[in-house]
């Protein structure tokens, strides 16, 4: 598994998780979907997206990439949050289908929540009605394609329905930490539902030394994410979402530092934010 940012650290979550060999059909994973602009040929490739909340700043792309993938003949999944059926059902009844087109494109939704998950589908030769295909006892995971163990946990978002997430194939694990508060009720949600040893863990770092704005929003500063990356046991730390005030290269390079106060394996992020790198979904 690798991951790609296709945006800068401080703009709307582009992470793209690419399972397998990128050049021999992998299957690409989205990581929330809040990025404008990403090209046609890439959000086509995507397989499915795990959003984590329905805030704007992460879901408002999905329209893009529903448009790219109905018009293929191929079954794409999405996975969210309690709610996120119905959301996703809006979107699609938002717009008109057109008849003449005869592709077979569907999207299977599974919807976490307590013990279960279930799934709804949605096909193009249907017009995109809600089909349900059923509950289930999740047993805290979900198999994805490509052999990819999805594990998912709840965490506090004021009063959003929001999952964080963590991803395991061939030995290799990573997890997605977004939008949430720092305290003991996400650590242990983390704890519980992730687990803990991580070669990779991808977070929000939305203020630097703000405690009680963080507080306030459900977010976190740079200083609890690098807490966070100690207490999940993870290899290395990526920050991600930084709070738009944040959004250039010094303000970055001022955060990296802070975190690597705490945690020194926070790396540099490698990034493609000129507009032609967005069309191809790095090797
Ligand atoms: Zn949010
Ligand atoms: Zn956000």
Request: net charge negative.
């Amino acid at each position: 598994m690798k991951i790609s940012q296709l945006n800068e650290p401080w703009n709307d979550s582009a992470l793209v998780v690419t399972v397998g060999n990128n050049s021999v059909n992998p299957v690409r994973i989205m990581l929330d979907c809040g990025a404008n602009g990403l090209h046609r040929d890439v959000l086509k490739s995507i397989d499915g997206v795990l959003i984590t909340h329905a805030h704007v700043d992460h879901f408002a792309s999905v329209d893009s990439w529903v448009r790219a993938r109905s018009r293929t003949d191929l079954e794409s999944f999405v996975v969210g949050p309690p709610g996120i059926t119905e959301r996703f059902a809006h979107k699609l009844a938002a717009y008109e289908w057109d008849p003449e087109d005869r592709f077979s494109s569907s999207f299977v939704v599974w919807e976490t929540g307590g013990t279960q998950i279930r799934a709804t589908r949605f096909s193009r030769r249907t017009n995109f009605e809600a089909e349900p295909v059923g509950a289930r006892e999740h047993g805290g995971y979900l198999m994805l394609p490509c052999d990819v163990k999805l594990r998912f946990a709840p965490v506090r978002h004021r009063e959003t329905p929001c999952n964080a997430y963590a991803l395991e194939h061939l030995g290799q694990r990573v997890a997605y930490v977004t939008d949430t508060l720092y305290c003991d009720e996400t650590l242990r949600s983390l704890k519980d539902g992730l687990g803990t040893g991580f070669d990779e863990l991808w977070c929000e770092a939305c203020f630097f030394d703000e405690e009680e704005r963080a507080s306030e929003r459900c977010h976190f500063t740079v200083f609890q994410t690098a807490r966070l990356a100690k207490e999940l046991k993870a290899n290395k730390l990526y920050l991600v979402h930084l709070s738009y005030r944040y959004g250039d290269e010094l303000y970055l390079q001022r955060h990296l530092s802070a975190a690597r106060t705490i945690f020194p394996m926070t790396m540099d992020p490698v990034y493609f934010s000129a507009g032609g790198d967005k069309n191809v979904i790095p090797a």
